[in-house]
């Protein structure tokens, strides 16, 4: 590498670490913000939709009487 000097490798490994560290940071950030979205998303749908009862044992009990 008799074309790079000492200080042209020091400024690109700097300008690498600079890029990947802002990369890591946006990924992150957008990471954070999916999470957030699918998070508002769940607990629309959960508002949206009615809780259903769970049916009693001896409903079941009854309904399989009839059986055999």
Do not use: C, F
Request: net charge positive; proline share 4%; no cysteine.
């Amino acid at each position: 590498m008799e074309w790079m000097s000492m200080t042209d490798v020091v400024l690109l490994l700097i300008a690498g670490y600079v890029a990947v560290m802002t990369l890591v940071r946006m990924m992150q950030r957008r990471h954070d913000e999916l999470v957030a979205d699918v998070k508002r998303q769940v607990e629309a749908h959960r508002k949206r939709t009615p809780k259903r009862p769970k049916p009693s044992a001896n409903k079941q009990n009854d309904q399989n009487r009839g059986a055999a």
